[in-house]
């Protein structure tokens, strides 16, 4: 089993810039994609990030609406997850989700119950 815990989510102006950490406990799975989810109220839940390790190899994935404002980054030393964002828009405003996989992502596994563990979700508001 896998345990997240994130922080890092709070009330930020437009413009603004906050971090999301993510840190994922677990004795015996071996993790290979991290990344973040977010939803708004009223709309479905979204890839915002992912980084997968693949071999020796780092992939990372942005949803087009966010390119070049976040950044993702891993730690795999302590299973973290971290998740830059800048330049926050009010379109920003939702519930973010850690989500670990078994599977990177883009494999058929990847989001199965098999492979997938999420986060309790930490609140981004984006305001003025």
């Known amino acids: 089993q896998v345990q997240l815990v994130e922080s890092g989510g709070g009330l930020v102006q437009p413009g603004g810039s906050l971090r999301l950490s993510c840190v994922a406990s677990?004795?015996?799975?071996?993790?290979?994609?991290m990344g973040w989810y977010r939803q708004a109220p009223g709309k479905q839940r979204d890839l915002v990030a992912d980084?997968?390790?693949?071999?020796?190899?780092?992939?990372?994935k942005y949803a087009d609406s966010v390119q070049g404002r976040f950044t993702i980054s891993r730690d795999n030393a302590a299973n973290t997850v971290y998740l830059q964002m800048n330049n926050l828009y009010l379109d920003d405003t939702a519930v973010y989700y850690c989500?670990?996989?078994?599977?990177?992502?883009?494999?058929?596994?990847?989001?199965?119950?098999?492979?997938?563990?999420w986060g309790q979700g930490t609140q981004v508001t984006v305001s003025s």
């Open positions: 989500n670990v996989n078994r599977a990177p992502f883009g494999h058929p596994a990847y989001g199965s119950d098999w492979s997938s563990y």
């Open positions: 980084i997968s390790s693949v071999g020796s190899s780092t992939l990372t």
């Open positions: 677990t004795t015996d799975v071996s993790i290979s994609s």
